[in-house]
C-alpha cells in the first residue's frame, strides 16, 4: 500500500536498454508482462506494420480475434452466457506453467489456431446449413398463407361468375397462372410483401399499369422470421391482370420491392388444392424437425465454447501483446534483439534477475550447461540519453485510485510533479459537502456507499453496465462525500430541512408583549450563552434566518477558498524547490504567495476576526457596531490609509493596511520583470555558442522549470538530451519571453479575484439545497400534516410518498450531480491553475494482467 509521501510525488524512473537473444525473446517478454514495470519505447518507428518482425504472428492473432468475435456473437444470438473468466493473476500462472515446456511454448500459438478455426469451421458449417433450411422454411410457411388467402380471395368470389369460368390455361411462368373467364383469359400473381411497404406497392402497380388490374391483399397474423433472424409482418396479394405486358411490370416492381411469388394451382380444381396443401404441410413439419435438430446441435457446440470462450480471448490477448512488444525491439545484429524502455527504479533489479535468470534456463535446456551461448545485457542509461521525459506513475489501490482518475482525466502529472489527488482526498468530499450538507441526505448517501462496499466481493468479478461501474468505482469517495454532508449539515443544522434541537437553544422567546398566549411576531433575546455545535435551531424559524445563513455561508465560502489557493500556492514553491528552479521560486511561486496572503489573506483574517469580537452594547470598546467587511476591503485600494471610525475593527488599521498595500503592490513587478529579464540575458549570452556548436544548453536560470533547454541535440539518432521537465527545441524570441510572462502575471492578479468569486458557489449551492429542502418538506408533507380534514391521514400518506420520490429525484441524484461537477469545477480551475502543468505522460507497462482486467487498453 503506497504511503502518502510515494503518492505525492511519482516514483522514480530510469531508462533502460536490454539485450537479449532472439530465442529467449518470448520467454523474456512472458515474464516481464508478468512483472508489469516496463514500457518500452519503439526502437523501429520508421518501419511500417507490415514491415514488422512479426507481423504475420500480429495477424494471426487478430484473425483469431475475429473468429473469436464471431463465437460470442453467436452465444448472445443463442442467448447462452459465457462462462465468467477466473482471476487474471490465476489464469497467467496456469497458462504461464502449461507453457514452460519450450515444446510446448514453441507450439502454442499453432495449437490455439487450429483449435479456433476447427470450431469456427464446424460452427459456420451448421449457422450456413440453419440459414439455408431456415429460407426454405419460412418459404413454405409463406406458400401456406398464400394458398389459404388466395382461397379465400376465390370463396369470396361472386358464385354466378365463379360458375362461368371455363377450363383453366396452364400458364405457370413467372409465378403466375391464367383462367378463362367469360371468353376472356385472365392471368393472376401471388406472394408476399413487407407490411409496411404495402402502400407503396400497391400505388406503383396501380400507376405503372394505369388500373388495367386488380389487386386483393390479406395481412398475415402471425410475424415470419426473415433471412437476417429478425420477425417481420408480410401481406399476401394476388394481382389479376389481362394484358400480357402488364405481367412484366409486375414481375419488376415485384423484384424492386423484394417480393416472394409463389405458384398455385387452379383455384377451382379443390383436389389440386387439397394435394398442394397436404404437400406444403408435410414439408413445414420435415424442415421443422430437421432445424430443431440442428439447433440442438448449434447449442451444444455453443455451450462447450462457452465454456472455454473467455480463456481463448485472453490467451489470444496475451500473445497479441507479446508479439506487438516485440516488434518495437531492434535487431542490431544477427539472433539479438535490443529493447529500451522506461522501468520503475525500485523493480530494476528484478527485471534483470528475470532477464538473466530466462538466459540462464534456455541455454540449460539447450545442454550447454552455460548462458555464454545465449547473451544478455541489462543497461542503465544516462539521463543525457533519455530520449523524452520519463512517465509518471503512482501506486494506487482501490480506495484511491478514484482520486487518480479524477486528476488523470483533467491531465497526467508531470513527472515529480506534486501531485493534487493526494489533497482531493479530503479536499474534494468536504467542498461537496459544504453544498450538499444535509444530515438526512448525507446520512442517505453514507448509507448507500456502505451498502456498495459491502456487495464489493460480488461485484469486483462481475461485468457491470456503465451507470453501476460509475458508482462502483466511486464507493470510497461517495462514502467520504456522504460523511462530509452529514458534518456539514450537523453544522448548519439542517435534517430534512429541519432544524434539531440537539443542545438547549441560546435564545429564549420573549411573550411579554403577547395578548392572550397569540402573538403575531416573536421576538428571542440571546441568553448570551453559545450553542455547543452548529447553528442554534431557532435560527430556522426567525424571519431573518436566510440572511443569516446566507451571510455565514458566503463568509466561510471566501475562507475555503483563500485557503485552498493559498495551499496550491505553496505546492508551487514546493515544485521550484524540488525541480531547483529559483527563477519560479523566488519570482513566481513567492511574490504570488504574498500577493494572495497580503489582500486575499487578510480578508480571510478580518472575516475571522469580525466572528470572535463580541459585539453590542457592552463590547468594552469605542466603536461597538460591527463594521461592513465589504466597505473596508474596497478602502484599503480606493482609500488607502483612512479607515473610518465607524469601521475601525482594530487600532493602528490603517497602518497595516497601506503596509499590506504596499506588499501586493511590490510583488506585481517582482512576477513581471525578473524572470523574462534573465531568460532573456542568458540566451544572448549563449546565443553565439548555440549557433557555432550543435549542443544543448544547461543552466538552471535560462529555463522557467530549471532543466537543459535542448536547441541542437548532440546525442544518437532520435535522442533528446532533457531533464524531467520541459524541453524546448527551439529558441524563443526576447519578445515572445516577455509577452508569456506579462500574460501569465496579468493571469494570475485577476484570477485571484476572479477564483475567490467562484468559491462562492459553495454557498449559493448550499442556498439553494437548503431552500429546495424546505419547499419539498413544506409543500408536499407540512401543509398535508396540517389538515383536519377527514382525509388528512390518506392525504399524509400519498403525500409522504411524494415528499420521498421529489427528494430522490431531485436532490440524491440531480442536485447530488450539480455538487459533485462544481467540487470537480473547484479542483480543477481554481486550485490546480495555482501549481499544476498536467502535461505528463502516463506510465502504461506492459502488464498482462492490467489489460485482461480491462484496466488498461489491450494492443
Not at 515444446?103 to 459456420?124: D, P
Not at 411576531?521 to 455545535?533: C, E, I, K
Not at 524547490?577 to 527563477?583: D, R, S, W
Request: include cysteine; proline fraction near 4%; charge should be negative.
Amino acid at each position: 500500500m503506497p504511503t502518502t509521501k510515494e503518492w505525492f510525488r511519482s516514483g522514480e524512473m530510469e531508462y533502460i536498454s536490454i539485450v537479449m537473444h532472439e530465442h529467449c525473446a518470448y520467454r523474456c517478454m512472458s515474464r516481464l508482462g508478468r512483472l508489469g514495470t516496463v514500457q518500452f519505447t519503439d526502437l523501429t518507428p520508421d518501419l511500417t506494420a507490415f514491415q514488422r518482425r512479426y507481423i504475420n504472428e500480429v495477424q494471426r492473432c487478430d484473425e483469431m480475434e475475429r473468429k473469436l468475435g464471431f463465437f460470442e456473437s453467436m452465444l448472445q444470438k443463442y442467448e447462452i452466457e459465457p462462462r465468467q473468466s477466473p482471476q487474471a493473476s490465476v489464469f497467467l500462472t496456469k497458462l504461464e506453467a502449461d507453457s514452460s515446456g519450450s515444446a510446448r511454448q514453441s507450439s502454442m500459438l499453432e495449437e490455439m489456431e487450429t483449435l479456433i478455426n476447427g470450431k469456427e469451421s464446424e460452427l459456420q458449417e451448421l449457422n450456413s446449413f440453419r440459414e439455408n433450411l431456415q429460407r426454405d422454411y419460412n418459404s413454405q410457411i409463406e406458400l401456406r398463407y398464400v394458398l389459404e388467402k388466395s382461397r379465400a380471395f376465390f370463396d369470396e368470389a361472386d358464385p354466378e361468375t365463379r360458375g362461368a369460368r371455363n377450363d383453366p390455361v396452364g400458364d405457370t411462368e413467372n409465378g403466375s397462372v391464367s383462367q378463362r373467364l367469360d371468353g376472356l383469359r385472365f392471368h393472376f400473381i401471388t406472394g408476399t410483401i413487407l407490411q409496411e411497404e404495402r402502400a407503396r406497392f400497391e400505388r406503383m402497380v396501380f400507376r405503372s399499369t394505369r388500373g388495367n388490374c386488380l389487386m386483393k391483399f390479406s395481412e398475415i397474423e402471425n410475424p415470419i422470421e426473415s433471412d437476417s433472424g429478425e420477425d417481420v409482418k408480410k401481406t399476401v396479394f394476388i394481382i389479376f391482370y389481362q394484358a400480357p405486358y402488364v405481367q412484366v411490370k409486375i414481375n419488376r416492381i415485384c423484384e424492386a420491392f423484394s417480393a416472394n411469388l409463389y405458384e398455385i394451382p387452379d383455384l377451382a380444381d379443390v383436389a389440386a388444392y387439397e394435394s398442394r396443401m397436404t404437400n406444403v404441410h408435410n414439408e413445414i413439419g420435415d424442415r421443422d424437425r430437421v432445424l430443431q435438430k440442428n439447433k440442438i446441435d448449434i447449442t451444444s457446440l455453443l455451450n462447450d465454447l462457452a465454456k472455454w470462450l473467455e480463456v481463448y480471448k485472453w490467451t489470444v490477448a496475451r500473445e497479441k501483446t507479446i508479439y506487438h512488444v516485440l516488434n518495437h525491439f531492434a535487431a542490431d545484429l544477427k539472433g539479438v534483439l535490443r529493447a529500451e524502455g522506461w522501468v520503475i527504479s525500485e523493480k530494476k533489479e528484478e527485471v534483470r534477475e528475470c532477464i538473466y535468470s530466462v538466459h540462464d534456463a534456455m541455454s540449460r535446456g539447450n545442454g550447454s550447461g552455460s548462458a555464454s551461448q545465449l547473451p544478455c545485457s541489462v543497461t542503465t542509461l544516462q539521463k543525457s540519453q533519455w530520449p523524452a521525459m520519463p512517465p509518471t506513475y503512482f501506486e494506487t489501490n482501490k480506495f484511491t485510485e478514484v482520486y487518480q482518475l479524477i486528476v488523470d482525466t483533467y491531465g497526467v502529472p508531470r513527472y515529480q510533479e506534486a501531485n493534487p489527488a493526494v489533497f482531493y482526498v479530503i479536499t474534494f468530499p468536504f467542498l461537496f459537502g459544504v453544498m450538499f450538507g444535509d444530515i438526512g441526505h448525507g446520512v442517505l448517501l453514507f448509507v448507500f456507499s456502505c451498502f456498495i462496499i459491502s456487495k464489493e466481493r460480488e461485484l469486483e468479478n462481475q461485468k457491470l453496465d456503465e451507470m453501476t461501474a460509475l458508482l462502483y468505482n466511486g464507493r470510497y469517495m461517495l462514502i467520504l462525500m456522504g460523511f462530509f454532508s452529514a458534518y456539514c449539515g450537523l453544522l448548519y443544522n439542517d435534517y430534512f430541512a429541519m432544524g434539531l434541537k440537539l443542545f438547549t437553544p441560546t435564545w429564549v422567546a420573549d411573550t411579554s408583549d403577547c395578548a392572550e398566549d397569540k402573538c403575531d411576531t416573536v421576538m428571542f433575546n440571546s441568553t448570551g450563552d453559545v450553542y455547543p455545535a452548529g447553528v442554534d435551531p431557532t435560527w430556522h424559524h426567525a424571519d431573518n434566518g436566510l440572511l443569516f445563513f446566507n451571510s455565514v455561508k458566503m463568509k466561510m465560502s471566501v475562507i475555503f477558498g483563500v485557503t485552498q489557493m493559498t495551499v496550491g500556492l505553496f505546492l508551487k514553491m514546493m515544485n521550484a524547490l524540488h525541480f531547483k528552479e529559483p527563477l519560479d521560486m523566488w519570482f513566481e511561486a513567492l511574490p504570488q504567495i504574498i500577493f494572495m496572503l497580503s489582500l486575499f489573506g487578510y480578508m480571510c483574517a478580518i472575516i475571522i476576526y469580525k466572528w470572535l469580537v463580541p459585539w453590542g452594547p457592552d463590547c468594552g470598546r469605542t466603536n461597538c457596531n460591527p463594521p461592513s467587511l465589504i466597505t473596508t476591503l474596497i478602502n484599503i485600494v480606493l482609500a488607502p490609509g483612512t479607515v473610518e471610525e465607524d469601521q475601525q475593527l482594530y487600532e493602528g488599521q490603517a497602518t497595516v493596511q497601506v503596509i499590506l498595500l504596499l506588499l501586493a503592490v511590490v510583488q506585481i513587478p517582482l512576477m513581471l520583470i525578473p524572470k523574462p529579464y534573465f531568460l532573456v540575458k542568458r540566451m544572448h549570452a549563449h546565443h553565439g555558442h548555440i549557433r557555432g556548436h550543435r549542443s544543448s544548453v544547461h543552466d538552471p536560470m535560462l529555463s522557467d522549470s530549471g532543466q537543459e533547454i535542448v536547441l541542437e541535440g548532440t546525442g544518437p539518432p532520435g535522442r533528446v538530451d532533457s531533464l524531467p521537465s520541459d524541453a524546448h527545441d527551439e529558441e524563443h524570441s526576447a519578445g515572445d519571453i516577455w509577452i508569456h510572462q506579462a500574460i501569465e502575471t496579468i493571469e494570475f492578479c485577476l484570477g485571484c479575484i476572479s477564483n475567490t468569486a467562484s468559491y462562492l458557489r459553495l454557498w449559493a449551492l448550499s442556498l439553494a439545497h437548503s431552500q429546495l429542502a424546505t419547499v419539498f418538506l413544506e409543500k408536499a408533507l407540512l401543509d398535508l400534516i396540517l389538515n383536519e380534514g377527514p382525509l388528512g391521514p390518506i392525504m399524509t400518506f400519498f403525500g409522504y410518498g411524494a415528499f420521498a420520490g421529489i427528494t430522490f429525484a431531485v436532490l440524491m441524484v440531480m442536485d447530488n450531480l450539480e455538487c459533485f461537477l462544481h467540487a470537480l469545477r473547484l479542483h480543477w480551475v481554481e486550485f490546480q491553475s495555482k501549481f499544476y502543468k498536467a502535461d505528463g505522460v502516463k506510465f502504461t507497462p506492459v502488464d498482462f494482467e492490467a489489460i485482461l482486467e480491462g484496466r488498461q487498453e489491450a494492443v
